[in-house]
């Protein structure tokens, strides 16, 4: 959560930092021109004109009066572009997904009896609408970060990360979750997150995916409690419909 704060309050100093250096800059050369127009002020006294050029007397050069008007003018340039920077950043795409990453990271926080469901492929994804259409409280995991972008975009709690790292598990409330489907399209990784949310949560319920019956036996050994393999599935579904189909034609 606080590397999460740091990147948007990076993000907006990196945005206001050419005016700032504006200023600055601005400011020593402003000075330094006064001081060399009238050579009886302290730099004090230049530092002060600036942020009050009309405080200059009038008995001062004409010169000196001519490039208080340059002064006054460079601060009002300098106002209208630090306004401006804080704003478009304010508005653009990049900060609106760090924000939407942080409240993510509020909302997860506050989650409990949740699901937690790693990848985002065709399964995952079916899952997901499965879920946003029954408004059942779940964190997805996924490792691609423009997936990750567009969720957060349409209000979905979404981490980036590799789900084989304990501290994702961590990230997305393993401890507090109800469920978790690993949905990886790979057995070795499904199992081994398989293993690891199993030692993080003891009573969580594991629904995972595996690509070959050798491996759905291993992930229910490993404590899944559930193991769906859509190949084989697959196969038997379309095995049914060609018997169904060959059973009409004998009528």
Known sequence: MLQNLF????????AI?????????FFAVS?????????????????????????ISEHRKDLTKLFAF??????????????????????SGELKILWRKRMSEVAISKLKDHYIIIGYGQVGRTVVDELVKLKLPFVLVETNESIVKELLREGINAIQGDARRRSVLISAGIERAKFIC???????????????????????????????LRYAEAMRGAGADEVVVPEYEGGMVVGRIISRYEKLKEL
């Open 70 to 91: 340059v002064v006054y003018v460079g601060i009002f340039f300098f106002q209208v572009w630090f306004i401006e920077r804080i704003l478009v950043n304010i508005f």
């Open 17 to 25: 930092l050419p005016p700032l250096i504006f200023l600055v800059l």
């Open 7 to 14: 990147k948007i309050f990076r993000f907006i100093f990196i």
């Open 182 to 212: 690993t949905l990886i399209d790979n057995d070795a990784d499904n199992l081994y997150i398989t293993i690891t949310a199993k030692m993080l949560n003891p009573n969580i319920k594991i629904i995972s995916r595996a690509g070959n």
């Open 31 to 55: 000075m330094v021109v006064y001081k060399n127009l009238e050579k009886d002020i302290s730099w004090v006294d230049a530092f002060f004109w600036i942020t009050h050029p009309h405080a």
